[in-house]
Structures are given as C-alpha cells and as structure tokens.
C-alpha cells in the first residue's frame, strides 16, 4: 500500500479536481460522473455522516479535506466490507480505491456540500496545439499526439474543443519543423493563429494543451495564452513530448 501512496495522491487529486467539475445534486452531497465506479456501492451523507453501502470488498477510502480550493490533508481509510460509517465535513471529497489493486478506483469521487449550494457550473474548454505530419520517432500521423489526449479530457469532462491551429500550415517534415521551430524560438515569434474562441468568458476551466519543442512551448501557445483574460479560471495545462 505504501509504495502506491504518491500514485494514489496524484491520481486523487485528478481526480477529486474533475469530481468537481460535474454531478448532480442529490440532498447534501454531489456525486460526479467522472471515474470508474460500482453500481453496487453508494455513498450518501447526512448529518456529518459518509455511508457506504454495498461494498463487497475490502477498499481504502481517501477522504481529501480542502480549505476553500486549497487541499489541507488526505487521509487513507479502511471501507469494511458492507456499510461503512465515517465522520465527513462540509466540502471533503471522498474516493473509494480497491484495497488490493491500486490502479483500480471503485467509484467517482464524492464531494460533500450543502443541500442548497447550487451545481458547479461544467464550463470548461480544452483548447490544444497539435501538429500533424513527420513525428518524432514513429513516422507520418494524421492526428497529433497532444490532440488525441485533448479529445480524452474533453470526452471525460464533458468539455469543448478548440483547436489553436496557424495561419500558416507548419511543415509537415521533421527537420524543416525544426528548423521553423528554432527561427520561431529565435525571435521570439508570436504566430498567427486562424480562429479565436468567441466566448471566453463563459469558460470557467481551461485545459491548454500543446507538444514540448525545444524544451518549450511552441510560440503560437504564448500567443493564445497572451490573447485572453484567464482572470479567475483555473487553467490546467497539459503537454505530449
Ligand atoms: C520542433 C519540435 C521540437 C521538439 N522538441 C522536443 C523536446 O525538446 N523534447 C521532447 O521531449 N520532445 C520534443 N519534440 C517531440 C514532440 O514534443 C512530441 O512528438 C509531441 O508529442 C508532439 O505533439 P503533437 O503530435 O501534438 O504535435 C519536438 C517536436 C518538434 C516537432
């Protein structure tokens, strides 16, 4: 179990981080749509109480406590096998993990609210750079490597895809792409981009993609990046390299 701790934080966080981006209201809990999860096992609260019910097996159940968005502790717990009873707060995100496989989550993660806090709002864009073409590696792709992982938050998310895609088509050869890539680099260029988003404002998340050239990002992303007001989003950036 020890060894698996910083995996079982990291991927806690994620997904304790999505859990909040989705759900339905159901009395005083919210229950996220997003991670594996049993049928067989619920979790409901009332009254500082987490039940579970339904659990077959033996599971670690993380409790994530968080002072406004800022994560103060996570706690491991043994779930014993049928219902199991916990001290819960307002605002702790629960998580059940199968006891015995720590790649496998049992459920989605939980987050304790009040009844009448309103839904969080599930607006969120996964804006990505991706180029097709000669890869690094394993030859000719027709779909980029960092566009196949943003169609895979956006699928899990249930969030829009924005492509930033050049005004002028990069080259679809290796080495003329990298030689475009150290001239960009060179003078610090801000290449031209075709579309914009034109709602912006009504993103609350903003996933932003992009592949690693160089040890950077490639100049067209600090462009989008300049070109919007990001005030008050949270924005989880992502990259392929
Ligand atoms: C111009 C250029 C520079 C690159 N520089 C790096 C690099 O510094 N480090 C790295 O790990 N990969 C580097 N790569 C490989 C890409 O980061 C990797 O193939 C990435 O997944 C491409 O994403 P994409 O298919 O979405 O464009 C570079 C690729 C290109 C085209």
Redesign the pocket.
Known sequence: MKKFLPLFIVSLILCFCMGGFSGSANNSYVFSEVGAQSDDVSMTYEDGKLTIEGLDEAANLMQASFTGKVLTGVKLLEAKNGTTEVTANIGDKFFLWSATNAMRPLSAAVTVRPAEQPEPSNNILVA?????GE????GT?TT??????AQMIAEQTGGDLFEIKPVTPYPSD?QE??A???KEAAENARPEIADTVPNMQDYDVVFI????????M?KIVYHFLESYDFSGKTVAPF???
């Open positions: 990505y750079f991706s180029r097709t890869n690094y590696s394993v792709i980029g490597n960092t566009a196949i992982v290796y792409m990298l475009v890539a150290e993609g992009y592949p690693i050239w160089n040890g950077d490639p990259n392929t390299h």
